[in-house]
Structures are given as structure tokens and as C-alpha cells.
């Protein structure tokens, strides 16, 4: 059974497993969908700043920069470059909690009552973030704290890194903050109610004994991944897949990633047995997902695959 066939509309699309990338712009693509079509969401959104801009993605392409931060190079290797979220101007701001907040209300109407949003961040964007969310109409449900060690903050004060060498800007980056928001619950609706009606609710559990826990030790994205998919914010199978399996709390239904990128959360979805469908305007990002979403599924992470233990240090 296809559970996302009618979910392409007329939009360029190809199945994957079980699951579908769509070739469209995400908001026209929410607004087309039924209301309560979706059991979740899981993404890791651009955020519409400067940084993702097409100019600047062809400047950093090509080598020149364009705005984005390019980290230090601490142990002899080259870094990817960072976009500089402190250096949004009001303005810039602006432009994404409208952006958020628009995106919530059409999620909103798209998505099942009771299901749950899992959204990545940072700790410059969270406050402007779940703020426009709230405002949208969907619950704050708290956060799921993925503890990894950053390339952010730490700096000296640029321009001036000898004359203050002692001092820092920021404080190193050392977790990457996912937002967990639900579509409210019908009036008098229990949990257990709604998971009976519309199969969402609550939160998967890792086992009968192991709940899902809001605090996830993880790990930058290994290498071999990275050479799979060439995309800037690429996040670990390791830490997708337990994701993607705590937003069915029954293991059925559909888990959406608007922002699909490479493909990386519809892969992970595939890898534990869910369907996904994935989203993605640009064209490039879009044919990358349909050779890696395959290949990433195929990778076997250890303490992860039939999440026994799911909680163990994946380092």
C-alpha cells in the first residue's frame, strides 16, 4: 500500500522504498494538503537567512565565501563553512519569525491532532523560533537537547584576537537544540483517545522499559556520510533514525520533512521501517536525495538499528 501516493499532486515526484521526495516548494505544497493528513514532521530547515540564499550558495560552491563563517581548522583538516546566524539584523529576524509563523499555521492544517513536530535549531534562532511557532497555534512540548561538540562560538574578538586573546564572544557550542511542538488535542480529547482516532498523540518509545529521552548524546556527522551527501547541514543517521522512530508512536503513518535537503531524515525513516515523504525546492538537492537516500539507508549504526539500547554513547 502506497500511503503517500496522493501526497504528489502534480509536482515532479519519485518513490523510494516505501517513501516519496517531492520536487516543490514546501509552504504551496503544505497549503495543498487535506487537513489532517500528516502523523508528523522532522526537519532541519534553512531558515530562510541570507546565508541559504541561491547567490550565496553559488559563492560558497565556488570557493568565495560570500557571507558564511569558515571555522578554524583545529586538527589539520578543512571545515565546512558555517552560516553566521549572530549577525542577523533586525530586519533578517523579522524575516524569519514571519517565515515560521506562516510555515506553522499551514503545518497546522496539514497535520493529524496530536501530531508532533520535531524541528532542529540553535541557540541564537530557538527563542525567534518557537515563538512563531507558539503564535501559529502549535504547543510547546519541550526540547530534545542532542549533545555534540560544535564548530560555534568560542572565538576571540575579531579583528582584535591578540589584543584580547584571553577573551571569547561566545561560549563554545556544545548542543544542538530540536524543538518538539504537537498540533493541540480536540476538545476533552485524552492521549490515549487520539492515538485510537488518528494514531498520534505521544511519542514512540525506544522499548517497553526505555522511554524516549529528551537529552541524546551524539556525534558530528562521520565522514563517511558526509561522502555520500554533499550537503552543509547534514546530521547523523545515528541521531535521525531515533527521530524519526519516536515521531509514530504507533510505528504507522506518514513523518514529513519539508526541508528534505539530501534526503537524510527520508532515509532514516526507511532505515527503521517508516514512510517519509520529503520536500525540496532546489533542483540539485533534489536529484542528490534520489542516490542518497538509498545509500544511507543501507548504513548499519550500531546501538541504533532495532533501537535496543538506544540510549548507549554512540562515540
Not at 537544540?177 to 480529547?189: A, Q
Request: overall charge positive.
Amino acid at each position: 500500500m502506497d500511503q503517500t501516493a496522493g501526497l504528489a499532486f502534480d509536482y515532479e515526484t519519485q518513490r523510494i522504498g516505501q517513501s516519496r521526495i517531492i520536487h516543490a516548494d514546501c509552504l504551496e505544497w503544505l497549503s495543498r494538503l487535506s487537513q489532517n493528513t500528516l502523523h508528523a514532521i522532522v526537519t532541519d530547515p534553512p531558515y530562510g537567512v541570507k546565508e541559504y540564499d541561491l547567490d550565496q550558495l553559488e559563492k560558497r560552491a565556488n570557493g568565495k565565501g560570500g557571507i558564511w563563517r569558515i571555522p578554524p581548522s583545529f586538527d589539520g583538516h578543512a571545515r565546512a563553512p558555517l552560516p553566521r546566524f549572530t549577525a542577523l539584523n533586525r530586519g533578517e529576524r523579522n524575516r524569519i519569525a514571519r517565515f515560521f509563523f506562516d510555515w506553522g499555521k499551514l503545518s497546522l492544517h496539514a497535520m493529524r491532532p496530536g501530531a508532533h513536530v520535531f524541528i532542529a535549531t540553535n541557540a541564537f534562532i530557538a527563542q525567534l523560533l518557537y515563538t512563531a511557532l507558539v503564535d501559529s497555534g502549535l504547543e510547546f512540548r519541550g526540547e530534545v537537547i542532542r549533545l555534540v561538540r560544535t564548530l560555534r562560538g568560542g572565538d576571540r574578538p575579531k579583528n582584535a584576537e591578540n589584543e584580547f586573546s584571553h577573551v571569547t564572544s561566545l561560549p563554545r557550542g556544545c548542543y544542538e537544540p530540536w524543538g518538539i511542538f504537537r498540533k493541540p488535542l480536540l476538545p476533552n480529547m485524552r492521549v490515549s483517545d487520539c492515538l485510537r482516532e488518528f494514531e498520534t498523540g505521544g511519542l514512540r518509545r525506544y522499548s517497553e522499559d526505555l522511554p524516549f529521552e529528551d537529552v541524546v548524546i551524539s556525534e558530528r556527522t562521520p565522514r563517511r556520510e558526509r561522502a555520500i551527501a554533499g550537503h552543509p547541514s547534514l546530521k547523523p543517521q545515528s541521531f535521525l533514525r531515533r527521530i524519526v522512530h519516536a515521531s509514530l508512536p504507533l510505528g504507522a503513518g506518514v513523518v514529513a520533512d519539508p526541508f528534505m535537503g539530501s534526503g537524510s531524515t527520508i532515509a532514516a525513516a526507511e532505515a527503521v521501517g517508516l514512510c517519509g515523504v520529503g520536500i525540496e525546492r532546489h533542483r540539485d538537492y533534489y536529484d542528490m536525495a534520489t542516490t542518497v537516500i538509498p545509500r544511507l539507508k543501507r548504513l548499519e549504526i550500531p546501538n541504533v538499528d532495532g533501537l535496543v539500547g538506544a540510549s548507549k554513547v554512540l562515540f
